[in-house]
Structure formats: structure tokens, C-alpha cells
């Protein structure tokens, strides 16, 4: 499911500038149509854990992936901005679902096992976007017409999901087992690890957002070296996440975020302060690898921690840092510079490397 997610989500966004010119909107209104996206998603996501409770995870991922799966040929068919907005929306709800309830079947998974794995779930939603934004691009060059694209990805992917759901257990059964007290969110155990979360988002989507542009701009590098700089962090952040059991059971969930987002602090400072694009690089892959740990784990600790709802409303915490965080970047750059607004990633990465001790019970069993 996490797999399916990412190239779902890859391979539509991948053809944004066809549904730009389909909709002849200029960037604000399409600006404006994808913020709905955002707002729909996380509205879904905070809703998701309760919902999960109540109905199981497993009817409502069958609900969040059957409406993003059928909004897809509805992106295709949109010939103005507000019909756009709209299914946007409806998407972004669908997808919030989707999202969120897999992370609460995920945590569910690995209590039942008694082994960190949210790690490796994580890695194949990044191989799954990788393959999908793939697929985006053989479409396009290829001059695929955007509706039969998007039918055939939204028709092999029910398929697929449909497949995984048969094996799927129940996470609103999970937490009979554990006390009482624990059905009650326990708020000083919660704060720092959000506060954990959202700033290792904003350190995680700057990457996604702004490294290709300041390995062009500000590094001089082509177009193609400022692609592959970005491509090296999304592989690092994947084979980090795919790889990560080890580490976790060597280290604990502590160990490895703190070393971690240090890495990736130093590795930050690499890539703004040198001058050779292989330094750049290599700070791109330490950046990667060094962050890639930070959301998972603390995902498990705050299913740990409390019930599913956490986990949803964690995930929410950390997209709308996807959200907010690249607003809130541009805005510096615009006003000190895209080097000056990159450095102010390595307090934040620090952040997350001082609370990282509120991950102790991300470990599975603890």
C-alpha cells in the first residue's frame, strides 16, 4: 500500500503541465487549485485515526484509495480552474485517508511483530514515487494522452490494491491489550515528538523543494547535475528507509534520529558552503541518509506512545510541514537569499537531534 501510494501520487503529479494547460490557468489560480489538494488531505488525515478505531483499517483504506483512484480520470477531464479546485479537494481527501491509514496499519504491523519496520514501509512508498513518476515520464515522452494515462494507472493500482487488502488485519483491535490509561493521550509525550516531526518534514521537503534550485542557481550546476544532486538524496532517503531494522535494533530508535539529523546538519552545511558540485553530492546523500529515519521512527513512538488517532494526527503534523514549510522558505530566500534560507535548516535539524530521546519507545515491544 505504501508502495502503491507513491507512484500513484507520482505518476499524476509528474503530468502537471498538461492539466495546466488544459485548465489555461495562470500560476496563482493553479497555485490556489493545488493548496486545495493540501487542505483536503489534511483535513482527511486528522480524521483518519478515530475512523480507524471505529471501522477498522481496513475499510477505510478501501475508502481513501477507491476515491484517489477516482479522482484520477476526473484531473484528466477538468477544463477549468474551479472544477479543478474541486476535484483536488476530493483527491486530497481520498489520499489523506489513504496516508494516514496505512501509517496506523503499518504501526499495527510492527507491534505484532515486535520489530521497527516503519522504516521499510516508508522506503517503498519512495520506490513506489520513484517508479511512478517513471512511468509519468515515459507517458510524456511517449505523448501519451493525459485521460488513458491516468485510467490505466488508476485501474492497475486498484487492482494492486485490492490484492494487498486480502492480507490485511485489523489495527481497531490492537490496542485491547494495552492499559487504560494509555486509550488517553498522554500530551507531554506527544508535543516533543510533533515538534520532532514537523521540523524534520521542513528539513526532509526543503530537499524536495529547493536542493535542485540551489545546485542550479547558486552552484551553477546544469540542469541535468542540479536533477541528479536531487536524485541522489530521494535514492539515499529510500535505501536509508529500506535498510533501516538494522540500525534500529542496533542503535534504538534514540540512536538513530539523533546521529542522524546531525549528519544531515552537517551534511546541509556540505552542500551550501562547498564549492565543488561532487561536495554537493556528496552533502546531498548525507542529507538523504542522515533525515530519512526521522519520520518513521516517530511515527511508532507515538503509536506507542497512545492509539492510532496519534499516529494519523502525527502524520497530519508532518504534512502540514509539507505544506507550510516551502511557503515559509520561499519567503526567506525572497528576503536573504536561497543560501541564507537554506542555512536556517540546520537549527531545525538540530531540534529534531535534541528530542530525539522522546523516540525511546519507537522501538517495537518497548
Known sequence: MFALSGATQASW???LPPVLEQTQADFVRFGAALLMLGLGTLTAMLLTGAACERFGS?????????????????????????????????????SGVWDA????????????LDKHLMSRFHGWWSVGSM????LGLAAARFAVPLLPHLVTVGALTAGLCALSLRTFGEAKDLRSARSRHQQRWPVRRLLPIGTLIFCGAVVEGAAGDWLAVFLHQERGLSHTGA?????LFVSAMAAGRLFAERPHRRAGATGVVRSGAIAAALSIALV????????????????????????????????????????????????????FGPLGMG????????????????????????????????????
Open 13 to 15: 503529479m509528474s503530468r
Open 58 to 94: 481496513r475499510r477505510v483504506l478501501t475508502f481513501g484509495f477507491v476515491v484517489t483512484l477516482a479522482s484520477l480520470p476526473a484531473i484528466a477531464l477538468s477544463r477549468s480552474t474551479p472544477v479543478l479546485a474541486l476535484t483536488l479537494l476530493v483527491m486530497g481527501l481520498g
Open 101 to 112: 491509514g496505512m501509517n496506523v496499519q503499518g504501526h499495527a504491523v510492527e507491534s505484532r
Open 131 to 134: 517508479a511512478g513518476a517513471g
Open 227 to 231: 536533477a541528479l544532486g536531487y536524485t
Open 272 to 323: 551550501v558552503f562547498a564549492d565543488a558540485g561532487s561536495w554537493a553530492f556528496i552533502g546531498a546523500l548525507g542529507w538523504g541518509i542522515g533525515i530519512c529515519w526521522v519520520f518513521p521512527a516517530a511515527l511508532s513512538a507515538a503509536g506507542n506512545a497512545a492509539t492510532s488517532s496519534a499516529v494519523a494526527a502525527m502524520t497530519a503534523v508532518g504534512y502540514s510541514a509539507s505544506i
Open 331 to 366: 519567503w526567506l530566500a525572497h528576503a536573504t537569499g536561497l543560501a541564507a534560507a537554506m542555512l536556517t535548516l540546520l537549527p531545525l535539524a538540530l531540534v529534531v537531534a535534541l528530542l530525539a530521546s522522546a523516540l525511546a519507545g519507537a522501538d517495537a515491544g518497548e
